[in-house]
C-alpha cells in the first residue's frame, strides 16, 4: 500500500514538475515585435557563393547566426515559377504555378502581411520591379494568374491593410484598358504617391513610391534605391506601438539570372547585401526584430566550376535559361532565429514566423 502511494504521489508530482517546465519554456521562448523578410528572387546557394567569391570583405550573409535550406516545388510542378513559390513563403500552402496568393485549389488564402496588418501591425512591401509582379503581389494579392497587373494593381489601390509600397510599375495603374486612374483614387482614399523616395515628407501617410513606368533599371545603374528604399521603409514602419511587417525583394537577381549574365548577377547581389546590411544594423540595435532571408526557388543553375577541371581558377556555368529544382538557402537573425535551421518545406516559414511574432 505504501509502495503504491508512493508511486501515485511520484507521478503527480513528475506531471506537475512537466507542466511547469512546459509553462516556463513558453514564457520564456523568444519574440519578436517586428519582423522583416527578404526575399533573393532566384537565389540559390551558388548566386550567394557568387557574392562571397568576389567580395573583399565578408558579407552580410556571414553576419547570420543561423540558417538552413528551403523545398521550392509547388501544387503543380517541381519546379516552381515565382507566382507559386511566393505563395508558400507568404501564405503557408502550395499553390499552382501562375497563382498569385491563393491554394492549389485557386481559392485566396490570406498572407502573412494581411495577417499582421489585422494584428495591428504597419505593413510594407519594397522591391526592385514592379510592384504588381509576382512575388509582391503574393504579399497583397489574390489573382488566378500572376499576368493579369491591371487586376493586381486594381487590389492594391483598394487595399485597406499595407501602409508602404516602393517599387515600379506605374502603368498599371495610369494606362489601363478600363481607363481608370488608380493612382487618382488612391491620393483620394488618403495615399501620398511619389516619383522618388527624396519627395516623401509625412512618415506616418500611407505612401507609394512608384519609381517607373515598369521594372527599374538593372544595379548598378538604379544607385542604391534598394537599401535606401528599405531603410525609409524601416523608418516610416517603425512609428507602430504593435511593431511592423516588411517584405523586401532583391527581384532582379531572377532576372539577370534568366539572361545568364554573371556580370549583372554579381551587382545584384552586391546591392541586395548592402539592403541586409541595412536591415541587420536595424535588427542589432532594436533587438527585437525577426530577419528571414530566403529565396522563392533559383534560377539559371548556376554553378562555379574550373571549366578545365584543374581547380585552378574559377568560372560561371550556367544550365538552364529558367529555373532549377535544387533547395534554396535560409538564413535568419533575431528571437527565434534557431526555428529556421536545417531543411524546411516553405510552406512552414510562416507558421514559424508566427510562432515567435505571436
Request: aromatic share 8%; charged share 20%; hydrophobic share 40%.
Amino acid at each position: 500500500m505504501k509502495l503504491r502511494n508512493f508511486l501515485s504521489l511520484f507521478i503527480v508530482a513528475t506531471a506537475l514538475f512537466l507542466s511547469s517546465c512546459s509553462s516556463n519554456n513558453e514564457k520564456q521562448a523568444p519574440k519578436a515585435k517586428n519582423v522583416i523578410v527578404l526575399i533573393g528572387d532566384g537565389m540559390g546557394p551558388a548566386q550567394v557563393y557568387s557574392l562571397i567569391l568576389t567580395s573583399p570583405e565578408k558579407t552580410a550573409f556571414q553576419r547570420f547566426p543561423y540558417s538552413g535550406f528551403s523545398i521550392t516545388k509547388s501544387a503543380s510542378n517541381e519546379i516552381t515559377d515565382s507566382a507559386a513559390g511566393g505563395s508558400a513563403i507568404a501564405s503557408g500552402t502550395k499553390s499552382n504555378n501562375g497563382n498569385v496568393g491563393m491554394n492549389a485549389d485557386s481559392i485566396p488564402v490570406p498572407s502573412m502581411l494581411e495577417i499582421f496588418a489585422d494584428q495591428g501591425k504597419k505593413t510594407g512591401v519594397v522591391v526592385t520591379c514592379a510592384v504588381t509582379h509576382a512575388t509582391p503581389a503574393d504579399f497583397i494579392a489574390h489573382n488566378i494568374t500572376r499576368k493579369d497587373n491591371e487586376g493586381i494593381a486594381l487590389e492594391i489601390s483598394q487595399k485597406e491593410k499595407l501602409d508602404v509600397l516602393f517599387g515600379g510599375g506605374k502603368k498599371y495603374f495610369t494606362e489601363r484598358k478600363d481607363s481608370l486612374d488608380l493612382l487618382g483614387k488612391m491620393w483620394d482614399n488618403g495615399w501620398n504617391i511619389y516619383d522618388s523616395l527624396a519627395q516623401i515628407e509625412d512618415n506616418n501617410a500611407r505612401t507609394m513610391v512608384l519609381t517607373c513606368r515598369k521594372h527599374p533599371v538593372k544595379a548598378p545603374e538604379r544607385g542604391d534605391f534598394l537599401p535606401n528604399a528599405t531603410a525609409k521603409a524601416i523608418e516610416m514602419l517603425n512609428t507602430s506601438e504593435n511593431g511592423f511587417f516588411l517584405m523586401v525583394e532583391g527581384s532582379q537577381i531572377d532576372f539577370a539570372c534568366h539572361d545568364n549574365d554573371s556580370a549583372t548577377l554579381v551587382e545584384e547581389m552586391r546591392d541586395f547585401n548592402k539592403t541586409l546590411n541595412v536591415v541587420l544594423d536595424f535588427a542589432e540595435k532594436d533587438g527585437n526584430t525577426l530577419v528571414v532571408v530566403t529565396a522563392d526557388h533559383e534560377t539559371g543553375g548556376l554553378t562555379i566550376v574550373d571549366p578545365e577541371g584543374r581547380y585552378t581558377r574559377t568560372d560561371f556555368k550556367w544550365s538552364t535559361g529558367s529555373h532549377s529544382a535544387v533547395f534554396v538557402p535560409v538564413f535568419s537573425y533575431g528571437p527565434g532565429a534557431k526555428r529556421f535551421s536545417g531543411i524546411m518545406d516553405n510552406t512552414e516559414i510562416i507558421g514559424r514566423i508566427m510562432e515567435i511574432a505571436k
